[in-house]
T-cell receptor, first 115, second 115 residues
């Protein structure tokens, strides 16, 4: 149980393109999901907390207009990187918390490369 | 604000040996959770073990166990009979028991198991 699916796993696109990443909880409902960014050989940096049916809560320094988050259902949150530029290239990973064990379970991540 | 510190950037042991990864944290909360996550080269984030702060008994999961010292704010991970598949980055993480329930990660320890 507690499976989180993230899609796509890899994206390569041109500068100026908008990219949408999906995060789904497959076997549980998640009122809250989390989006992280990870640079090579570094820890995970929380970008925002995605709340079902309401606005996301962004961490300090994260541009909400650049990283659009939508959490329209109890099993799906999306992160859209708008007008992506090479500096947005990174590994993005989502997580969702289950009520049963209190832990956050992670998707497999998305490697985004902007040319 | 909570902080998590992993003082060992890298560790290396021989297969079948026992290894202990260190983690300390700082918080004024009384109700919280602690976790160890494993991130192999595939970059999946895999939950290894969790501990609730109110439980005095140390958590164990097969070859993985923790030494939770609440007063010292220490949460080390012991891996017994280490296997080649244990090679990964290991992240210690803290989560408050209430509120936003965001994960705060340590810097990570890169563990290599040598044949």
């Amino acid at each position: 149980g507690a499976v989180v699916s993230q899609h796509p796993s890899r994206v390569i696109c041109k500068s100026g393109t908008s990219v949408k990443i999906e995060c789904r909880s497959l076997d549980f409902q998640a009122t809250t999901m989390f989006w992280y960014r990870q640079f090579p050989k570094q820890s995970l940096m929380l970008m925002a907390t995605s709340n079902e049916g309401s606005k996301a809560t962004y961490e300090q320094g994260v541009e909400k207009d650049k990283f659009l988050i939508n959490h329209a259902s109890l099993t799906l949150s999306t992160l859209t990187v708008t007008s992506a530029h090479p500096e947005d290239s990174s590994f993005y990973i989502c997580s969702a918390r289950t009520g049963s064990d209190g832990a956050q379970h992670f998707g497999d991540g998305t490697r985004l490369s902007i040319l | 604000a909570q902080t998590v510190t992993q003082s060992q950037p890298e560790m290396s042991v021989q297969e079948a040996e026992t290894v202990t990864l260190s983690c300390t944290y700082d918080t004024s909360e009384s109700n919280y959770y602690l976790f160890w996550y494993k991130q192999p080269p595939s970059r999946q984030m895999i939950l290894v073990i969790r501990q609730e702060a109110y439980k005095q008994q140390n958590a164990t999961e097969n070859r993985f166990s923790v030494n939770f010292q609440k007063a010292a704010k220490s949460f080390s991970l012991k891996i017994s009979d280490s296997q080649l598949g244990d090679t990964a980055m290991y992240f210690c993480a803290f989560m408050k028991g209430q509120g936003a329930q965001k994960l705060v990660f340590g810097q990570g320890t890169r563990l290599t198991i040598n044949p």
